[in-house]
């Protein structure tokens, strides 16, 4: 069984940083890209960042220039930089991978939260 499991997050100040690592575990064979989604109190889930097999990334338009996706191969892992930060990042975000004879599958998410 393959399994995505979360780190990083907790509280920031307005203008601060924080850093999300994600950890794909288990039988995997291949991995087509990895992403970050989030969602935010009340809303639907959307997509922060993703980043294929060739490190081609792809940033929702509230994100662009101030968080970096990036990937190890090796390690099955990615991690989002999140830098900026604005009270309207709050959400849960959640760490999705695309899995060669599995799908997509999703980590727990893991809270941030950006408050003064």
């Known amino acids: 069984q393959v399994r995505l499991v979360e780190s990083g997050g907790g509280l920031a100040q307005p203008g601060g940083s924080l850093g999300l690592s994600c950890q794909a575990s288990?039988?995997?064979?291949?991995?087509?890209?990895m992403a970050w989604h989030r969602q935010p109190p009340g809303k639907q889930r959307e997509l922060v960042a993703n980043?294929?097999?060739?490190?081609?990334?792809n940033y929702g338009d509230s994100v662009k220039g101030r968080f970096t996706i990036s990937r190890d191969h090796v390690k099955n892992a990615v991690y989002l930089q999140m830098n900026s930060l604005k009270p309207g990042d709050t959400a849960v975000y959640f760490c999705?991978?695309?899995?060669?004879?599995?799908?997509?599958?999703w980590g727990q998410g893991t809270q941030v939260t950006v408050s003064s």
């Open positions: 288990g039988a995997i064979s291949s991995i087509y890209y």
């Open positions: 980043i294929t097999n060739s490190r081609n990334t």
């Open positions: 999705n991978a695309f899995v060669e004879g599995m799908g997509p599958i």
